[in-house]
Protein backbone atom coordinates (compact mmCIF):
# COMPACT_ATOMS: atom_id res chain seq x y z
CA UNK A 1 0.00 0.00 0.00
CA UNK A 2 1.35 3.15 -1.09
CA UNK A 3 -0.40 5.88 1.09
CA UNK A 4 -1.13 3.36 4.73
CA UNK A 5 -2.48 6.27 6.17
CA UNK A 6 -4.86 7.82 3.65
CA UNK A 7 -8.29 6.97 3.79
CA UNK A 8 -11.77 8.21 3.08
CA UNK A 9 -13.72 8.12 6.20
CA UNK A 10 -15.48 11.14 6.17
CA UNK A 11 -17.14 10.52 2.35
CA UNK A 12 -20.92 10.24 2.45
CA UNK A 13 -21.40 9.49 -1.49
CA UNK A 14 -19.40 7.26 -3.71
CA UNK A 15 -19.25 5.69 -6.92
CA UNK A 16 -16.85 2.67 -7.11
CA UNK A 17 -15.75 1.73 -11.21
CA UNK A 18 -12.77 0.20 -11.66
CA UNK A 19 -10.81 -3.37 -12.63
CA UNK A 20 -8.47 -5.05 -10.25
CA UNK A 21 -6.53 -3.34 -7.89
CA UNK A 22 -8.46 0.13 -8.19
CA UNK A 23 -11.44 -1.53 -6.40
CA UNK A 24 -9.65 -2.97 -3.90
CA UNK A 25 -7.80 0.32 -2.78
CA UNK A 26 -11.11 1.83 -2.73
CA UNK A 27 -12.80 -0.76 -0.48
CA UNK A 28 -9.70 -0.13 1.63
CA UNK A 29 -9.77 3.23 1.68
CA UNK A 30 -13.57 3.07 3.27
CA UNK A 31 -13.16 0.10 5.05
CA UNK A 32 -13.35 2.22 8.43
CA UNK A 33 -16.20 4.64 7.05
CA UNK A 34 -18.72 6.03 9.52
CA UNK A 35 -20.83 8.71 7.36
CA UNK A 36 -20.49 6.66 3.71
CA UNK A 37 -24.70 6.67 3.00
CA UNK A 38 -24.78 6.13 -0.86
CA UNK A 39 -22.80 3.97 -2.74
CA UNK A 40 -22.79 2.92 -6.48
CA UNK A 41 -20.65 -0.15 -7.08
CA UNK A 42 -20.29 -0.21 -11.33
CA UNK A 43 -19.15 -3.48 -12.74
CA UNK A 44 -17.34 -4.99 -9.47
CA UNK A 45 -14.83 -7.97 -10.43
CA UNK A 46 -14.44 -9.23 -7.28
CA UNK A 47 -17.92 -9.45 -5.38
CA UNK A 48 -16.58 -11.39 -2.48
CA UNK A 49 -14.11 -8.72 -1.41
CA UNK A 50 -17.22 -6.41 -1.70
CA UNK A 51 -19.47 -7.82 0.20
CA UNK A 52 -16.76 -8.24 3.33
CA UNK A 53 -15.85 -4.71 3.41
CA UNK A 54 -19.57 -2.98 3.08
CA UNK A 55 -21.36 -5.45 5.44
CA UNK A 56 -19.13 -3.62 8.04
CA UNK A 57 -20.36 -0.22 7.37
CA UNK A 58 -23.60 0.38 8.83
CA UNK A 59 -24.05 4.19 7.73
CA UNK A 60 -24.83 2.48 4.09
CA UNK A 61 -28.66 3.54 3.31
CA UNK A 62 -28.79 4.10 -0.72
CA UNK A 63 -27.08 1.22 -2.63
CA UNK A 64 -26.77 0.70 -6.52
CA UNK A 65 -25.63 -2.25 -8.29
CA UNK A 66 -24.80 -2.06 -11.79
CA UNK A 67 -23.31 -4.69 -14.30
CA UNK A 68 -20.78 -6.73 -12.91
CA UNK A 69 -19.48 -10.38 -13.88
CA UNK A 70 -19.21 -13.79 -12.19
CA UNK A 71 -21.04 -16.54 -10.89
CA UNK A 72 -24.77 -16.21 -11.30
CA UNK A 73 -26.77 -16.07 -8.05
CA UNK A 74 -23.55 -15.10 -6.04
CA UNK A 75 -23.72 -16.06 -2.41
CA UNK A 76 -21.83 -13.02 -1.59
CA UNK A 77 -25.09 -11.15 -2.40
CA UNK A 78 -27.46 -13.30 -0.97
CA UNK A 79 -25.37 -13.05 2.22
CA UNK A 80 -25.35 -9.18 2.09
CA UNK A 81 -29.07 -9.02 1.46
CA UNK A 82 -29.76 -11.10 5.09
CA UNK A 83 -27.33 -8.77 6.74
CA UNK A 84 -29.59 -6.02 6.24
CA UNK A 85 -32.84 -7.86 6.92
CA UNK A 86 -31.08 -8.58 10.34
CA UNK A 87 -30.86 -5.30 10.99
CA UNK A 88 -34.33 -4.18 9.75
CA UNK A 89 -35.75 -7.03 12.10
CA UNK A 90 -33.49 -5.47 14.97
CA UNK A 91 -33.89 -1.73 14.44
CA UNK A 92 -30.74 -1.10 13.83
CA UNK A 93 -29.54 1.18 10.73
CA UNK A 94 -30.43 -0.92 7.51
CA UNK A 95 -30.63 -0.13 3.82
CA UNK A 96 -33.88 2.19 2.14
CA UNK A 97 -32.83 2.42 -1.14
CA UNK A 98 -31.89 -0.69 -3.68
CA UNK A 99 -31.31 0.19 -7.89
CA UNK A 100 -30.46 -3.49 -9.39
CA UNK A 101 -29.48 -2.52 -12.82
CA UNK A 102 -28.00 -4.62 -16.06
CA UNK A 103 -26.75 -6.98 -13.22
CA UNK A 104 -26.43 -10.77 -14.16
CA UNK A 105 -25.20 -11.91 -11.04
CA UNK A 106 -29.07 -10.76 -9.37
CA UNK A 107 -30.58 -14.48 -9.02
CA UNK A 108 -34.12 -15.14 -7.94
CA UNK A 109 -32.13 -16.20 -4.64
CA UNK A 110 -31.22 -12.84 -4.29
CA UNK A 111 -34.20 -11.07 -4.94
CA UNK A 112 -36.07 -13.40 -2.08
CA UNK A 113 -33.49 -12.41 -0.25
CA UNK A 114 -33.75 -8.65 -0.77
CA UNK A 115 -37.46 -8.50 0.10
CA UNK A 116 -37.15 -9.18 3.46
CA UNK A 117 -35.21 -6.22 4.16
CA UNK A 118 -38.00 -4.45 6.40
CA UNK A 119 -36.79 -1.40 6.15
CA UNK A 120 -36.67 -0.68 2.39
CA UNK A 121 -38.38 2.37 1.07
CA UNK A 122 -37.02 2.44 -2.87
CA UNK A 123 -36.62 -0.67 -5.00
CA UNK A 124 -35.25 -0.22 -8.85
CA UNK A 125 -34.99 -3.47 -11.03
CA UNK A 126 -33.72 -3.07 -14.13
CA UNK A 127 -32.81 -5.91 -16.82
CA UNK A 128 -32.00 -8.31 -14.54
CA UNK A 129 -31.77 -11.01 -17.37
CA UNK A 130 -31.23 -13.91 -14.56
CA UNK A 131 -34.29 -13.21 -12.28
CA UNK A 132 -37.24 -15.15 -13.57
CA UNK A 133 -41.65 -14.73 -13.63
CA UNK A 134 -41.53 -16.60 -10.27
CA UNK A 135 -38.56 -14.89 -8.70
CA UNK A 136 -40.30 -11.61 -8.97
CA UNK A 137 -44.18 -13.09 -7.63
CA UNK A 138 -42.16 -14.60 -4.79
CA UNK A 139 -40.17 -10.97 -4.59
CA UNK A 140 -43.91 -9.31 -4.24
CA UNK A 141 -45.27 -11.99 -2.00
CA UNK A 142 -42.71 -11.25 0.76
CA UNK A 143 -43.31 -7.35 0.03
CA UNK A 144 -46.18 -8.03 1.77
CA UNK A 145 -44.96 -7.71 5.47
CA UNK A 146 -43.90 -4.31 4.51
CA UNK A 147 -44.79 -0.86 5.85
CA UNK A 148 -42.10 0.99 4.39
CA UNK A 149 -42.06 0.30 0.79
CA UNK A 150 -43.21 3.46 -1.21
CA UNK A 151 -41.37 3.22 -4.80
CA UNK A 152 -41.19 0.31 -7.16
CA UNK A 153 -39.71 0.55 -10.55
CA UNK A 154 -39.68 -2.44 -12.81
CA UNK A 155 -38.08 -2.09 -16.02
CA UNK A 156 -37.14 -3.58 -19.46
CA UNK A 157 -37.51 -6.91 -18.10
CA UNK A 158 -39.28 -10.05 -20.37
CA UNK A 159 -39.53 -11.63 -16.91
CA UNK A 160 -42.35 -9.30 -16.29
CA UNK A 161 -46.30 -10.29 -17.42
CA UNK A 162 -50.03 -9.17 -16.83
CA UNK A 163 -49.82 -11.66 -14.27
CA UNK A 164 -47.03 -9.68 -12.12
CA UNK A 165 -49.31 -6.43 -12.56
CA UNK A 166 -51.99 -8.28 -10.87
CA UNK A 167 -49.91 -9.71 -7.63
CA UNK A 168 -48.82 -6.08 -7.43
CA UNK A 169 -52.15 -4.83 -7.08
CA UNK A 170 -52.43 -6.89 -3.66
CA UNK A 171 -49.50 -4.33 -2.51
CA UNK A 172 -51.35 -1.96 -0.31
CA UNK A 173 -48.39 -0.08 0.97
CA UNK A 174 -46.30 1.07 -1.77
CA UNK A 175 -47.35 4.56 -3.32
CA UNK A 176 -45.99 4.76 -6.84
CA UNK A 177 -45.25 2.32 -9.43
CA UNK A 178 -43.31 2.83 -12.77
CA UNK A 179 -43.02 0.14 -15.51
CA UNK A 180 -41.21 0.89 -17.97
CA UNK A 181 -39.77 -0.75 -21.67
CA UNK A 182 -41.76 -4.16 -20.57
CA UNK A 183 -43.04 -5.67 -23.75
CA UNK A 184 -45.02 -8.42 -22.52
CA UNK A 185 -47.48 -6.45 -20.30
CA UNK A 186 -50.95 -5.59 -22.15
CA UNK A 187 -53.92 -4.11 -21.16
CA UNK A 188 -55.04 -6.75 -19.49
CA UNK A 189 -52.31 -6.72 -16.96
CA UNK A 190 -53.00 -3.11 -15.97
CA UNK A 191 -56.73 -3.16 -16.13
CA UNK A 192 -56.24 -6.36 -13.65
CA UNK A 193 -53.77 -3.88 -11.09
CA UNK A 194 -55.90 -1.11 -11.28
CA UNK A 195 -59.03 -3.27 -9.97
CA UNK A 196 -57.42 -4.43 -6.80
CA UNK A 197 -57.22 -1.08 -5.97
CA UNK A 198 -59.66 -0.16 -3.11
CA UNK A 199 -59.36 2.27 -0.31
CA UNK A 200 -57.20 0.07 1.58
CA UNK A 201 -54.64 0.84 -1.12
CA UNK A 202 -51.58 3.52 -0.71
CA UNK A 203 -50.96 3.53 -4.49
CA UNK A 204 -51.61 7.04 -6.00
CA UNK A 205 -49.21 7.30 -8.90
CA UNK A 206 -48.58 4.84 -11.76
CA UNK A 207 -45.97 5.64 -14.24
CA UNK A 208 -46.26 3.75 -17.70
CA UNK A 209 -43.32 4.17 -20.37
CA UNK A 210 -42.42 3.03 -24.02
CA UNK A 211 -44.66 -0.50 -22.91
CA UNK A 212 -45.63 -1.15 -26.19
CA UNK A 213 -48.78 -3.07 -25.94
CA UNK A 214 -50.45 -0.86 -23.17
CA UNK A 215 -52.89 1.53 -24.98
CA UNK A 216 -54.93 4.64 -23.96
CA UNK A 217 -57.96 2.26 -23.00
CA UNK A 218 -56.10 0.51 -19.93
CA UNK A 219 -54.75 3.91 -19.04
CA UNK A 220 -57.95 5.58 -18.95
CA UNK A 221 -59.20 2.79 -17.01
CA UNK A 222 -56.33 2.74 -14.82
CA UNK A 223 -56.99 6.83 -13.46
CA UNK A 224 -60.39 5.78 -12.35
CA UNK A 225 -58.89 3.88 -9.57
CA UNK A 226 -55.22 5.42 -9.47
CA UNK A 227 -55.00 9.22 -8.40
CA UNK A 228 -51.92 10.25 -11.03
CA UNK A 229 -51.01 8.04 -14.18
CA UNK A 230 -48.73 9.12 -16.53
CA UNK A 231 -48.54 7.27 -20.17
CA UNK A 232 -45.13 8.22 -21.58
CA UNK A 233 -44.16 7.10 -25.06
Known amino acids: MLYPDFNLESIND????GGPGIQEFILH???????LTR???????????????????SSISELTLSYGSGAIGHPGLTRLFKNYAAASDES??????????????????QLTALATIKSLRTIILRNLINVSTNGINTM???????????Y??????????????VTLGNLKTFSCLKLENLKRITNQGVRGL???????????????????????????????KIYLVEHLN
Request: aromatic share 6%; hydrophobic share 40%.
Open 92 to 109: RPSLKYIRLQHCPLISNV
Open 29 to 35: LIRYSTT
Open 14 to 17: MTIW
Open 152 to 165: LELAEMDSINDNIL
Open 140 to 150: INHLHQHEEIA
Open 194 to 224: AEKIDQSSALTHMTVVKCPKITLESIDYAKQ
Open 39 to 57: LHAVDVYNMECFVNTIIKL
